[in-house]
């Protein structure tokens, strides 16, 4: 049976958040601004940066604001080139982490093609100084596909992070329409397989949009595939349109689906699925139990219950 669809052009009242604001949120943005770090809280606009902040996780998107890939769905800026690397980000990490007193934080970055090793050293440099200087810190990193380069996957990966997560974004029919050309539903699905195989102590996690015009199918179909890849975490959250150059919204997703798709996925065999109109990639009750799961000694789960 299927449920009602929603007329785009108008969102829901599940959809209706407030503004982030306060005297918090001001400073930790001037403290983000000072140092010329920016935050995919921010760049991708989302819902939840004024709670996720006040709560102690950030996501820090660093070499730079430029990204060279025009993926049809997200907010951040491209070009065909991005800007310099800076060598000091990441130290201004660190400080930024002590100063906004975050437990967890998920460093990401936009695509850097144009670097020779697509900025995988960079990112290793910023885990490292990360966990030297505040040991306790959990670090996720969302990474981009690295143009399916396993040597770039694993200097990342040899700079520890606890979580290593890579967004499948969309079912495979639609990604040529939603990612950028170079993006491939298999070659993201290769950086997480990789991952797990030859880090089986790290943990995986991925995440995908809905709303893009999908069916039930194939949500169910790529929630298997990921599995099979051996991600242990996974969140689903409702694409929205950043501005009128996006890709239009095709259906605001009701709470009740998206509860019927973390139930499959629960029954996939996921050890955490957050689900739901407003959970993004980085979603502060999934850190919560990641963070619980990590402290308590678990391990990460391979592809034996794919």
């Known amino acids: 049976m299927q449920l009602p669809a929603f007329t785009p052009q108008k969102k829901p009242s599940w959809l209706k958040v407030k503004v982030p604001g306060g005297e918090n949120y001001t400073r930790i943005k001037k403290t983000l601004r000072d140092r010329r770090l920016y935050t995919v809280c921010e760049e991708a606009h989302c819902p939840n ?48 982490i002590a100063i906004m007193d975050l437990s967890y934080v998920v460093i990401t970055s936009v695509n850097r093609d144009d670097l020779i090793d697509g900025g995988s050293s960079h990112f290793a440099n910023v885990i490292a100084q990360s966990k030297k200087d505040h040991p306790e810190l959990i670090v996720e990193v969302l990474t981009p596909d690295f143009m399916g380069q396993q040597d770039q996957m694993a200097t990342v990966a040899n700079a520890f992070p606890h979580v290593f997560a890579h967004n499948l974004e969309t079912v495979r029919r639609l990604t040529p329409k939603v990612r950028d050309p170079r993006a491939h ?22 995440s995908l949009m809905l709303g ?42 009701t709470p009740e689906k998206f509860n019927f798709f973390k139930q499959w996925g629960e029954t996939f065999g996921f050890d955490y699925v957050a689900a739901g109109p407003l959970v993004r990639s980085s979603y502060k009750a999934g850190e919560f139990f990641i963070k619980k799961r990590i402290k308590s000694g678990g391990t990460s789960h391979g592809m034996e219950n794919a």
Request: aromatic share 10%; hydrophobic share 35%.
């Open 185 to 206: 539903y298999d070659q993201s699905l290769g950086v997480l397989k990789y991952v797990k195989e030859n880090f089986p102590h790290i943990f995986t996690k991925s």
């Open 49 to 96: 940066v004024g709670e996720c902040w006040d709560g102690g996780t950030a996501t820090f998107m660093i070499m730079g604001d430029l990204c060279t890939r025009g993926c049809r769905f997200c907010a951040v800026k491209t070009a065909r080139q991005g800007i310099p690397l800076d060598f000091d980000e990441p130290k201004k990490v660190s400080e930024s």
């Open 212 to 253: 893009l015009g999908e069916r039930d199918d194939e949500v169910l179909e790529a929630m298997q595939d990921l599995r099979r890849a051996g991600v242990s975490f996974l969140t689903l959250g409702q694409y929205l349109r950043p501005t009128q150059k996006h890709l239009a919204v095709e259906e605001f997703v």
